[in-house]
């Protein structure tokens, strides 16, 4: 292996090592930070980032959009102050409009308030109409059953992995007596 092979490795090692000691087990969910992270960075051996090498320019991260929020009031002409909710009050609520971008209304995102029964404390519990599928998840030491969940009032898309074991004692009535799932054969 030449010395040019060798400083990327460790380079992307050091990368890798403070990517999972910043993200603990999700780590692999933001790799593509890590890999933005190194394309984006200038490398001496090429003069010049690797990305702007491949194409001509440097590379970009995609705006994110969070919501739909109402529009509180317009600020100026190219501003606006949104309705954040509670768990995003430490984010100004003053906007510029490039922040922005316009809500279409899709049936989809609605849910109707009678599918859903509230606690006395404004809460409500997910309940899983049928597990889709089945997956190990290996550890260090040991393995972990999972499946993957479909909840009352979602897509499929929105089927989530849950602990097969945690599952089996809340809702038995997903597993016949055989530990197979109703309906389905996976095991």
């Known amino acids: 292996m030449d010395g040019q092979s060798e400083r990327t490795i460790r380079t992307l090692e050091g990368m890798l090592r403070a990517y999972v000691m910043d993200f603990r087990g999700a780590w692999d969910e933001h790799f593509p930070l890590v890999e ?3 394309n984006n960075s200038y490398h001496s051996s090429i003069q010049m980032a690797p990305y702007k090498a491949l194409f ?26 949104l309705a954040l909710p509670p768990d995003l009050s430490q984010i100004h609520d003053v906007f510029h409009v490039s922040m922005l971008r316009r809500y279409r209304s899709d049936p989809s995102h ?12 404004l809460s409500y519990e997910e309940q899983p109409v049928e597990i889709l599928d089945t997956k190990d998840k290996v550890l260090r030491n040991k393995t972990v059953q999972l499946v993957k969940v479909l909840w009352r009032n979602h897509s499929v898309e929105e089927a989530t992995w849950e602990p097969s074991e945690a599952m089996r004692e809340k809702y038995p009535h997903l597993f016949d007596d055989l530990g197979k799932f109703r309906g389905r054969n996976f095991f």
């Open 36 to 38: 933005f992270a190194y």
């Open 110 to 121: 609605i849910i109707q308030a009678s599918e859903v029964q509230l606690r006395d404390d």
């Open 56 to 81: 001509g320019k440097k590379g970009k991260l995609s705006p994110r959009y969070v919501g739909p929020y109402e529009i509180l009031e317009r600020i100026g002409p190219l501003a606006y102050r």
